[in-house]
């Protein structure tokens, strides 16, 4: 990887699909391991959601890399201190865990909920290094706004959290039973990303100036603080229309979650 890669909207939505699938998958081995039966449906949902987005991760890789070929190459060989040949083998070996999950859920049965616990473990590890590692990644280099960055990773990883649990609500939206403990942990990860969004922030010094005054302020504003934190805590802590109150805030916190990753790419590239 050099030292200042220009990264495209295709890696953009890698990042965003990524995060998706590892929070959504996290989600449905919480349930599984602590939910109850009512709650069952989450587990579905989320294992259903994370294969298919992790399907879409190596696709958009070789769309930015223009060949096939390069994206097979990250393959040849497993190479620790390349982020993209760790993080190449670590979405493919999430994929495995995802599909395989998938089928358990599926195929449901007592006595594969025991095997599908123990797999939820380590995909789970895997899945939150997915959602993680691309921050570290892009702290790798030496641009101003990411170089030696060490809460991209974190907040990347709330972020992944968040999105995934909103992806599972909007499809969720008419189950009743599934709601409250949904809500819950969507309400525990806006806080916690809104607080590493400040520690981010202050991390930069001067160079936040570009994300919070500068000509990405409308969209760090508008897209992110307000759409996808502001307006969505209120919406769950107040239950502020309830009739549709998963649908608007599920939508709200996707925005704020492929904004978050768009501004951190493409500031830093400016």
């Known amino acids: 990887m050099g030292k200042n890669p220009a ?15 590892a929070g959504a998958y996290f989600m449905a081995a919480v349930v599984d391991f602590f939910g ?3 709650d069952r449906p989450v587990a579905k949902v989320g294992y259903g959601i994370a294969f298919p987005l992790v399907l879409i991760c190596p696709i958009l890789l070789t769309v930015d890399l223009g060949m096939p070929g390069r994206t097979l190459n990250m393959f040849s060989a497993f190479k620790w201190g390349s982020p ?50 691309t921050g570290v990644l892009i702290g790798a280099t030496n641009r101003p706004i990411w170089a030696g960055n060490n809460w991209i ?31 819950r942990v969507d309400l525990a990860a806006i806080v916690i990303e809104a607080v590493l969004l400040v520690i981010f922030l202050w991390s930069l010094g001067p160079a936040a100036a ?15 603080v307000l759409a996808g934190l502001a307006v969505p805590f209120v919406l769950q802590l107040f239950r502020v229309g309830a009739g549709g109150i998963e649908v608007v805030t599920g939508l709200l916190v996707l925005i704020g979650g492929f904004t978050l990753r768009y501004l951190v790419l493409m500031s830093g590239q400016t």
């Open 84 to 133: 993209m040949s760790v993080g190449s083998w670590a979405l493919l070996g999430f994929g495995l865990f995802a599909l395989a999950s998938l089928i358990l859920v599926l195929r449901e049965g007592p006595d594969l909920r025991g095997i599908r616990r123990a797999l939820a473990v380590p995909g789970g590890i895997l899945g939150f290094f997915i959602a993680s590692y």
């Open 153 to 183: 990773g974190p907040l990347f990883l709330v972020s992944g959290v968040s999105t995934g649990v909103a992806a599972i609500a909007l499809l969720l939206a008419r189950s009743r039973g599934s709601r409250q403990g949904l809500r």
């Open 36 to 38: 109850r039966e009512e």
């Open 210 to 224: 570009a994300l919070v005054s500068g000509p990405f302020a409308p969209l760090f504003w508008g897209g992110l």
């Open 7 to 21: 990264w495209s909207w295709y890696i953009v939505w890698y990042f965003f699909v990524g995060g998706m699938a």
